[in-house]
């Protein structure tokens, strides 16, 4: 029977350190491309909400300029109906009289 000898425990030892050392380095390699691929996940996204966000101020700014349209819109026909219902004959006749009765003053 063959007894184990300084000399094998100290071989033994030192390529469990080059083991260390090597699974050592591949999981610091491994950190490094995780960072590095959650840095680019990371980009991508906010460079997509970035475009979300300008899509939506533009969506935003599309329905307020129908908005205004639409409201453009009902007024002048709400001056339209004003003139074909005789409104503006009525404040014709009106100012007319306010002349005549003041003496244009």
């Given at each position: 029977?063959?007894?184990?000898?300084?000399?094998?425990?100290?071989?033994?030892?030192?390529?469990?350190?080059?083991?260390?050392?090597?699974?050592?380095t591949?999981?610091?390699?491994?950190?490094?491309?995780?960072?590095?691929?959650?840095?680019?996940?990371?980009?991508?996204?906010?460079?997509?909400?970035?475009?979300?966000?300008?899509?939506?101020?533009?969506?935003?700014?599309?329905?307020?300029?129908?908005e205004s349209?639409?409201?453009?819109?009902?007024?002048?026909?709400?001056?339209?109906?004003?003139?074909?219902?005789?409104?503006?004959?009525?404040?014709?006749?009106?100012?007319?009289?306010?002349?005549?009765?003041?003496?244009?003053?």
């Amino acid at each position: 029977m063959m007894g184990v000898t300084h000399g094998d425990l100290a071989r033994d030892f030192g390529r469990m350190e080059a083991t260390q050392d090597a699974m050592m380095t591949r999981m610091d390699s491994l950190d490094t491309a995780m960072r590095e691929g959650f840095k680019g996940v990371n980009q991508r996204l906010d460079a997509t909400m970035a475009a979300f966000e300008s899509g939506q101020t533009a969506q935003n700014n599309r329905l307020d300029a129908l908005e205004s349209t639409r409201d453009q819109a009902h007024g002048a026909g709400k001056t339209l109906m004003w003139l074909l219902s005789g409104g503006a004959g009525t404040t014709i006749v009106l100012w007319m009289s306010n002349l005549i009765h003041f003496g244009g003053k």
